[in-house]
């Protein structure tokens, strides 16, 4: 046990001593409590890792074309996941031989959610319904795109500029 009651009579609010009493969770409760904390902790590794997407955008701008840039994307992001994957299921797995009952548990699912998260959801699942939508997983209502700010992070605003005619220097002597 964690903690202990410091009251034998009830646990709880001590009146004499003014202590408060805590007892551990246990059973189903410790079992929640467990869950709960790994996946926050699978939901905050996947939002850092979160490099299918931008591969896949990046076709669909330059190309227009919905399935292909899915298929390209994927193939562009498929090392980069399946790395990332193998190296945090590593690390979870190097903590599978300790003796603590507590950590032992919390490092195989941490370990079992990232390959599932890796094979299951990032290199089956979303390219799946990326190309099931088709064109439409790329729509954009027209008043949020007026509000949100055009962040052209691959330039291709500077690309499709029009070209300027290059004039001679002139001169000064």
Same mark, same amino acid.
Request: net charge negative; glycine share 10%.
């Given at each position: ?43 905050r590794l996947a939002c850092e890792r979160c490099v299918e997407g931008p591969g896949t955008r990046e076709e669909w701008v330059h190309t227009g074309r *919905?399935? /292909?840039?899915? +298929? %390209? ?7 980069? #996941?399946? $790395? &990332? ?25 941490? *370990?079992? /959610?990232?390959? +599932? %998260? ?7 699942? #979303?390219? $799946? &319904? ?44």
């Amino acid at each position: 046990m964690l903690f202990r009651t410091l009251s034998r009579e009830r646990s709880g609010c001590d009146v004499r001593s003014g202590v408060v009493a805590v007892q551990p969770a246990e059973g189903v409760e410790a079992g929640f409590a467990l869950a709960g904390a790994v996946l926050a902790i699978l939901e905050r590794l996947a939002c850092e890792r979160c490099v299918e997407g931008p591969g896949t955008r990046e076709e669909w701008v330059h190309t227009g074309r *919905a399935r /292909g840039s899915v +298929i %390209d994307g994927a193939g562009y992001s498929v090392q980069v #996941v399946t $790395a &990332v994957a193998l190296i945090m299921f590593t690390v979870f797995a190097g903590f599978f031989p300790l003796d603590d009952a507590l950590i032992k548990p919390i490092a195989f699912a941490l *370990a079992v /959610g990232v390959a +599932i %998260d890796a094979c299951a959801v990032r290199m089956t699942l #979303v390219p $799946a &319904v990326l190309a099931l939508a088709g064109r439409h997983a790329w729509w954009l209502p027209a008043w949020l795109g007026r509000v949100l700010p055009d962040l052209d992070v691959e330039g291709t605003s500077l690309r499709e500029a029009p070209e300027v005619e290059p004039k001679e220097p002139e001169r000064v002597c």
